[in-house]
């Protein structure tokens, strides 16, 4: 049979879990490495402070870190401002992030315009050479025919002085 247990009884048994508070240390940690890779100093500093004051009155460390992870999150989305966040494609900096991205777009059209000078002086250059090849072609045809004819003028000579 199940025992009725008073509330605070029941809660205090689930928060001096072990498992309970390695996760919400784990999530916690995960918390702070996050707020450092974007290097938001001043949100660690207040989860840091916040669970300092919070120790004096709770020994329960999943409260404490879960209140820590809440309001230091709050903080760091309100010092970024929802408006930036909704209006320039997620991306914190808003302006600043706007304007890497037409910098950006301006070198990629100028990369493509550089490829297509460069498609365009590349066929120039095929077609300069495919013109001295065939004007090359066209003077060995020319001195062929010129070789035939004088052959054949030769072997005229020939036939005339023999006679």
Excluded at 53 to 75: G, N, Q, R
């Amino acid at each position: 049979m199940i025992q009725k247990q008073p509330i605070w009884q029941f809660s205090d048994n689930i928060l001096k879990k072990p498992w309970l508070l390695t996760f919400i240390g784990v999530l916690s940690i995960g918390h702070i490495g996050i707020m450092a890779f974007q290097n938001d100093l001043l949100s660690i500093g207040i989860f840091f402070i916040i669970a300092f004051l919070l120790s004096f009155f709770t020994d329960y460390w999943v409260v404490i870190l879960c209140i820590c992870m809440v309001i230091s999150a709050c903080f760091q989305f309100q010092t970024e401002g929802f408006d930036t966040v909704r209006h320039n494609d997620g991306h914190p900096k808003g302006k600043v992030w706007a304007r890497e991205k037409v910098e950006l777009m301006n070198e990629i059209i100028n990369a493509e315009e550089l490829i297509q000078r460069i498609k365009s002086d590349h066929q120039l250059k095929i077609g300069i050479k495919n013109g001295k090849i065939r004007h090359l072609r066209n003077v060995r045809i020319n001195l062929r025919n010129r070789l035939r004819t004088a052959g054949g003028k030769f072997k005229q000579i020939k036939t005339t002085t023999t006679i």
